[in-house]
């Protein structure tokens, strides 16, 4: 008779080892699979039953399911030909740290609930902080995701705005809270309005600024913007800048939105989700310039730094207002200590805390500076010679700069740029329809995974690298079979 | 020379065998170690480097330092003896599946990015729903923690008044926004007035109800909290009662004020984050009275349902409106496959979202609704018992019913009850400091953990059941230490 449930150790032994095999076999070729999930909808709803089992199941069973119904329907992030949105890695190292947090299964929301949590946290954290070449002042917080950072960040700069007494008082219900302003740019990212919407500053409290030709943030529309929005009576409180946007990767100025911020006297959280571990590269170290005038930043480790999703780093020179902003002590929340150790659920929304600090301090430690920089490095040269060979054909073109590890190209077939004369709304139309389908192509031949954007009404293909499996080998497969679905199309569009 | 950070497939095999054995070993006997960490602010962070390496380190290293180093600084939520908070267990089959999810490392923000991640979630909490005795109208999505399940039904909330416009227009610099009410009674977690202040309501917006004898909300004095604000302009627009508070797991009664919710036309959110689970119960299906009418209910797994933290699940009769207030697709996130599928970044704050669904779909199938109703059952008995055991005493006495498996009770040595009169706010002050030294010196026993809570100015104990490996002979052992503890302290404090 197996015993359900809190399984006898042996048998936890013998299916963690089997689970331990099966991510062995399984990172050792993800290429196996296809890169993106051939499935449709609700093949996987089908498959399984339409209720819980009464009696519980040998966990043999439950891993035989996971192989058979579960694997077929996964996108394969670990694909060296994944390159859709930001390509990651979670690296054997994280895993482990993930395996070991998950045992542990602690709530690290307070210091006492878990001393080593709050100060593995504090660890980990200042050690990212020095790579990152950021000063002393910075203090840090893991979040879940960059959404809830930028939350967090700008929760804390409204908190900042100390007269309005809005923790108090909200800004329902009062003639006295002018609209609160927020500046960030047209290519940031999504979540930056979704933040303010969720705070109750609304779509109005954000005001996109426009790009340069280098989709980075104009300054002087900045200033203008603040300007004209203090004439109308409004408050500025706060300007969020990407370092590292999401169609592009481009880097806004930060060095002179800071000085903008400064004699405005504005909160300045910096978006470096992306590219701030870049920042670890020496010769990189630039993406970060002006970021040490910063009010806060958000940097992913789950992103580009090789540890398993989720882990977002937060850094503030203003911990006491972020913690001011958030901190909520009911009686049963106490504990002895108070005072003399820093409690982390006091640094934003969630109470409960996963023990994320474990995974990202081990990724620290088995790889090291150097080693991250490394790879870092190669990314980017990979890029760089994806993008080279756009540059280089005639039927492509990219769209974009290519400062780091994402590439923005289109076909561009001859035949069709001229359709309707080349450079007209007609010519872009067709080209922006003829990308759409050879994405859909390429994305279902299972060997490569790319995602899209949209630049300025131009249909636009993306070719991000960030994976610790992609070589140069799977880049240049890549390419083929770019150039190849690319030919097909015209022929078939040709033909037709 | 060994290769750093992503590690060799045998290394990482190696590696992972080692970390399985030792979560092996230490599960079968968390309790050699003490269960609150005996460790002094700022130990683990002298004994580790300022610095992150350069080089590389051999996992092998790192997985020393993680046992001699990490885990003297753990607070065992693991170990029988932990009745603090909310007693939980991380099970074998949810520490596989938070294995299996971090080698796999999907972001299952869309569909598309692991249909297997967005469809086992929708199949997972769909299995839930039906083991609460919820109707098939409620939906279901996975987030970290109710603290944030909470924020996000409060915000659907608000989006729910469509006249207010809130999502575009947000709440500041307008007079056409009334003061936005919210209820909850005086005994309900701290989440709940947190996602008011972050949502820009302010503590303003939070109308504290008082409870009755037992702690359960009053639902006259609800209505009468409703109608005068209604009087005095006011906009009421959400009830949030609980379902097992956290100071006396005491349970709001739901029916009634459901039918104030829907005489006032108000959102009902839920928060039976510990106490859902107990519906699973077949005899306890009763917690849930009346939230067939909720709007919304959160119910945390990893609270009482074995499943590693964080996995908390919302559930909504009213997913268009939660979309509605969180839905924003930039064209990068657009697919082809949008309108056929659910994208579950659309249902809350964080765009990247780690594959929970699996540790929950695993702890389901390996307990079987009859092995979670078991386990769930002997919890409940076990605290009876104690509190059985409270109430046979002379010296203690219980503050507080006990449905479920928190007991909430104090020391009262009849020398100490009776200084300056029995039941005067002196004898109680002493009575007060009694306890609080006591929970420390039972604390610092590394036997136990209890925490403790504030009812109505009454330092109060409480113990609480929830982790599997607690049996009798683990509560009999605490209460020997209570009364052993107890003793001493009235002794210590007669002789000084």
Known sequence: MHQAGDLPVE???????????????????????PVLAQVAPNELRAALPKSAPE???????????????????????????????????????????????????????????????????????????????LPAGFE?????????????????????????????????????????????????????????????????????????????????????????????????FCVVPTVGTTSTTSIDPVRAIAEVCESEDLWLHVDAAYAGSAAIIPEYRHVLDGCESATSIVVNPHKWLFTPIDCSVLYTTQPDTLTGAFSLVPEYLRTAVDGQIRNYMDWGVSLGRRFRALKLWMVLRSFGSQGIAERLREHIRLAQLFAHWVDEHPDFERLAPTPLSVVCFR??????????????????????????????????????????????????????????????????????????????????????
């Open 55 to 133: 009696a519980g199941e040998p966990i043999e069973t439950v891993l035989d399911d996971f192989e058979k119904i579960v694997v077929p329907g996964i996108t394969h992030w670990n694909h060296p030909g994944f390159f859709a949105y930001f390509s990651i890695t979670g690296s054997a190292p994280g895993i482990l740290g993930e395996l070991l947090s998950a045992a542990l299964n602690v709530n690290g929301m307070l210091w006492q609930t878990s001393p080593a949590a709050t100060e593995l946290e504090e660890v980990a954290v200042d050690w990212l902080r020095q790579l990152l070449g």
């Open 411 to 496: 076909a561009r077939p001859a035949g069709l740029a001229a359709a309707g004369g080349s450079g007209t709304d007609d010519a872009n139309a067709a080209l922006n329809r003829f990308n759409e389908t050879l994405l859909r192509r390429l994305n279902a031949t299972g060997e490569v995974y790319l995602s899209h954007t949209d630049l300025r009404g131009v249909y636009t293909l993306r070719l991000a690298i960030g994976n610790l499996r992609t070589t140069e080998e799977h880049v240049a497969r890549a390419w083929e079979l770019i150039q190849r679905e690319g030919r097909r199309l015209e022929r078939d569009e040709g033909s037709s």
């Open 11 to 33: 048998e936890f032994r013998r299916a963690g080892r089997r689970a331990v095999d099966w991510i062995a076999s399984y990172l050792s070729h993800p290429e196996d699979y």
């Open 140 to 236: 840090g917080v893991i979040m879940d995701t960059a959404s809830v950072s930028s939350l967090c960040a700008i929760a804390a700069a409204r908190h900042a705005l100390s007269d309005l007494e809005i923790r108090e008082r909200g800004m329902a219900g009062r003639t006295d809270v002018p609209l609160l302003r927020l500046y960030t740019s047209e290519q940031a990212h999504s979540s930056i309005e979704k933040a303010a919407i969720v705070l109750g500053l609304g779509k109005a409290g954000v005001q996109k600024i426009p790009t340069d030709d280098e989709f980075r943030m104009d300054v002087s529309e900045l200033a203008r913007a603040i300007a004209e929005d203090r004439a109308a009576g409004h408050r500025p």
